[in-house]
């Protein structure tokens, strides 16, 4: 339940807080007092347009804050689990900021929040039946809309399932206006691929090659130096001016052997000499077996180096490294396949195209079937409220039509009514009056609410257009509204403020040079002179203020036989 709205510094409101109870709370004043700011400070918590000329004047932001009383639905408790959010003692606070540099700020609980999020998750705690809604009747979209929502979970997930089915039925579709707007190039596109088949292959590429050749050319660069290091360091260990270091080694050693045979202790340096010996031996052998595989071979160099120029050249062409041209020569090679045997691709493209359209139809068939049903309960109910809302012989019918296949299935709703006797059925938007349309809209506000379970509505002068029974109809059609659903309603009516629990007047008042515009909760006697007000004007009488009691009476009245 909406709880409290706090407004400050927008437009003619400085600062502003309205506690709302549940039951009907009505709002009302004088034309242009201000009442449709509390509507815009409502929409803008909804994530509605921001727009600088909300900032009251003089001011660098404005501010709106709404709280709401739990339990919340369980599409809001996911809404809320996915973002992290969760909600203050079973309270969710919505806050909107708007600044004069253009900039929005969205909380929720206090954390900041995409406008997205906001939207999405106020669309769940509040709905509000503006004057333009009346014109969002009319449009086909919107008619069709408002029987998918009243059909239901089983028919949205319905709706989802042809969503799909039409993205893979247009997804083939497309795959087949291109092989066919490419059947003309057929034979230039397979000369290419076979070229680029062609020169890969001729290159009798091998994974790895790459990097043994650049080893291999290394090498070969740089023969001379490996030559002379290699030979300097057999001969620092095999020859020397006096003695070769291995050959006074080998000397040393027998010495050792010799001391180790009279003196057991000289066994173990004997023995660590023995082992240095052997491997400066090993060392020494290696060094010349390297040397003698040296390699200064000018034209291996070349060939090496025409080599690795083929496989960059390549490279750039068809990817960086041998691994990458290999595979793109793979990729080409089904390429090539599917050109060079374009009947069969032919035939498999208008198979997939087939079959994924006709599992659109099918689901769309299904879709079909499930709105038919909707729109039928869907009318029913509707004509038992606007027959309730003096209306007695309307009937109100969504009819379905046939229409061009689309994401959204293939069909068009459009809503008829017969007001009268006699007259036959005529689409809504032809023949109702402002007072039918205010009807409709409001028996089709309470049905969709019941199954979208929205746990507040907010109407902005639904009663516009309306008088006498037809009026007195719409009161009470708003205050059984109020019976299970929190209702907030802008109004000019008497009867309708009569049936509120609360009763709140907007007036604009002067402070300090400037005009502001005050919200304040009326007392039972303020009440009554408000009422007087709507009734007569200036020109209130003791008959008037009769009225005015009795009016409150009778809604005091109802809502005890709730």
Same mark, same amino acid.
């Given at each position: 339940?909406?709880?409290?709205?706090?407004?400050?510094?927008?437009?003619?409101?400085?600062?502003?807080?309205?506690?709302?109870?549940?039951?009907?709370?009505?709002?009302?004043?004088?034309?242009?007092?201000?009442?449709?700011?509390?509507?815009?400070?409502?929409?803008?918590?909804?994530?509605?347009?921001?727009?600088?000329?909300?900032?009251?004047?003089?001011?660098?932001?404005?501010?709106?804050?709404?709280?709401?009383?739990?339990?919340?639905?369980?599409?809001?408790?996911?809404?809320?689990? =996915?973002?992290? $959010?969760?909600?203050?003692?079973?309270? &969710?606070?919505? %806050?909107?900021? *708007?600044?004069? #540099? !253009?900039?929005?700020?969205?909380?929720?609980?206090?954390?900041?929040?995409?406008?997205?999020?906001?939207?999405?998750?106020?669309?769940?705690?509040?709905?509000?039946?503006?004057?333009?809604?009346?014109?969002?009747?009319?449009?086909?979209?919107?008619?069709?809309?408002?029987?998918?929502?009243?059909?239901?979970?089983?028919?949205?997930?319905?709706?989802?399932?042809?969503?799909?089915?039409?993205?893979?039925?247009?997804?083939?579709?497309?795959?087949?206006?291109?092989?066919?707007?490419?059947?003309?190039?057929?034979?230039?596109?397979?000369?290419?691929?076979?070229?680029?088949?062609?020169?890969?292959?001729?290159?009798?590429?091998?994974?790895?090659? =790459?990097?043994? $050749?650049?080893?291999?050319?290394?090498? &070969?660069?740089? %023969?001379?130096? *490996?030559?002379? #290091? !290699?030979?300097?360091?057999?001969?620092?260990?095999?020859?020397?001016?006096?003695?070769?270091?291995?050959?006074?080694?080998?000397?040393?050693?027998?010495?050792?052997?010799?001391?180790?045979?009279?003196?057991?202790?000289?066994?173990?340096?004997?023995?660590?000499?023995?082992?240095?010996?052997?491997?400066?031996?090993?060392?020494?052998?290696?060094?010349?077996?390297?040397?003698?595989?040296?390699?200064?071979?000018?034209?291996?160099?070349?060939?090496?180096?025409?080599?690795?120029?083929?496989?960059?050249?390549?490279?750039?062409?068809?990817?960086?490294?041998?691994?990458?041209?290999?595979?793109?020569?793979?990729?080409?090679?089904?390429?090539?396949?599917?050109?060079?045997?374009?009947?069969?691709?032919?035939?498999?493209?208008?198979?997939?195209?087939?079959?994924?359209?006709?599992?659109?139809?099918?689901?769309?068939?299904?879709?079909?079937?499930?709105?038919?049903?909707?729109?039928?309960?869907?009318?029913?109910?509707?004509?038992?409220?606007?027959?309730?809302?003096?209306?007695?012989?309307?009937?109100?019918?969504?009819?379905?039509?046939?229409?061009?296949?689309?994401?959204?299935?293939?069909?068009?709703?459009?809503?008829?009514?017969?007001?009268?006797?006699?007259?036959?059925?005529?689409?809504?938007?032809?023949?109702?009056?402002?007072?039918?349309?205010?009807?409709?809209?409001?028996?089709?506000?309470?049905?969709?609410?019941?199954?979208?379970?929205?746990?507040?509505?907010?109407?902005?002068?639904?009663?516009?257009?309306?008088?006498?029974?037809?009026?007195?109809?719409?009161?009470?059609?708003?205050?059984?509204?109020?019976?299970?659903?929190?209702?907030?309603?802008?109004?000019?009516?008497?009867?309708?403020?009569?049936?509120?629990?609360?009763?709140?007047?907007?007036?604009?008042?002067?402070?300090?040079?400037?005009?502001?515009?005050?919200?304040?909760?009326?007392?039972?006697?303020?009440?009554?002179?408000?009422?007087?007000?709507?009734?007569?004007?200036?020109?209130?009488?003791?008959?008037?203020?009769?009225?005015?009691?009795?009016?409150?009476?009778?809604?005091?009245?109802?809502?005890?036989?709730?």
């Amino acid at each position: 339940m909406f709880i409290e709205l706090y407004v400050e510094n927008l437009a003619l409101i400085e600062a502003a807080t309205i506690n709302w109870s549940g039951g009907l709370n009505v709002l009302s004043g004088e034309t242009g007092a201000g009442k449709s700011i509390v509507i815009d400070a409502v929409g803008l918590l909804l994530g509605g347009r921001s727009h600088q000329d909300y900032i009251r004047a003089g001011c660098e932001k404005c501010f709106v804050q709404g709280v709401f009383q739990g339990p919340f639905d369980a599409v809001t408790e996911r809404l809320l689990a =996915e973002a992290g $959010l969760e909600p203050f003692a079973d309270q &969710l606070i919505l %806050a909107r900021e *708007l600044q004069n #540099a !253009g900039r929005s700020i969205c909380r929720v609980n206090m954390r900041m929040v995409p406008v997205t999020f906001l939207k999405e998750l106020a669309c769940r705690l509040i709905n509000i039946h503006g004057q333009m809604e009346h014109m969002l009747l009319l449009e086909p979209s919107n008619q069709l809309a408002m029987v998918d929502s009243y059909g239901g979970s089983g028919l949205m997930a319905q709706g989802e399932k042809v969503a799909e089915a039409w993205d893979k039925w247009q997804q083939n579709k497309t795959e087949w206006e291109h092989f066919a707007a490419n059947q003309a190039q057929l034979a230039q596109k397979a000369d290419f691929l076979k070229y680029q088949i062609k020169e890969i292959e001729a290159a009798n590429l091998t994974s790895g090659e =790459e990097e043994e $050749l650049q080893t291999e050319r290394n090498l &070969l660069q740089n %023969a001379a130096k *490996l030559a002379e #290091a !290699g030979q300097d360091a057999f001969f620092a260990l095999t020859v020397g001016e006096k003695s070769a270091p291995l050959e006074a080694v080998g000397k040393a050693m027998q010495c050792l052997d010799k001391l180790a045979g009279m003196d057991p202790a000289m066994g173990d340096l004997a023995k660590q000499l023995q082992d240095t010996y052997y491997a400066m031996e090993d060392v020494a052998t290696e060094l010349r077996k390297y040397n003698e595989n040296i390699v200064d071979d000018p034209s291996r160099l070349d060939d090496v180096e025409k080599r690795l120029e083929t496989i960059k050249t390549l490279g750039r062409k068809y990817g960086g490294n041998i691994p990458e041209i290999l595979a793109f020569a793979e990729s080409i090679k089904k390429e090539l396949d599917n050109w060079e045997n374009y009947e069969l691709y032919e035939k498999e493209l208008a198979n997939k195209l087939a079959t994924t359209k006709a599992a659109y139809m099918q689901k769309a068939d299904i879709l079909t079937n499930l709105r038919r049903k909707a729109a039928k309960k869907l009318g029913e109910n509707i004509t038992q409220e606007i027959q309730e809302l003096q209306m007695p012989a309307a009937h109100f019918e969504p009819r379905l039509a046939l229409a061009e296949p689309s994401r959204g299935g293939v069909d068009e709703i459009t809503f008829f009514i017969s007001p009268n006797p006699g007259e036959g059925f005529k689409p809504v938007a032809k023949i109702a009056s402002a007072g039918e349309m205010s009807r409709i809209m409001l028996a089709v506000k309470v049905i969709l609410a019941q199954t979208d379970k929205v746990p507040t509505l907010i109407f902005d002068e639904i009663d516009s257009g309306l008088g006498g029974r037809a009026l007195a109809s719409m009161a009470d059609k708003l205050g059984e509204v109020a019976k299970n659903t929190q209702a907030i309603c802008v109004t000019h009516s008497p009867l309708v403020a009569a049936y509120a629990e609360q009763h709140f007047f907007i007036n604009k008042e002067e402070k300090e040079g400037r005009t502001v515009a005050v919200v304040k909760k009326l007392d039972q006697s303020q009440r009554e002179a408000e009422l007087c007000r709507m009734l007569a004007g200036d020109k209130a009488s003791q008959t008037t203020l009769s009225q005015a009691r009795e009016m409150l009476a009778t809604g005091e009245t109802k809502r005890q036989n709730k």
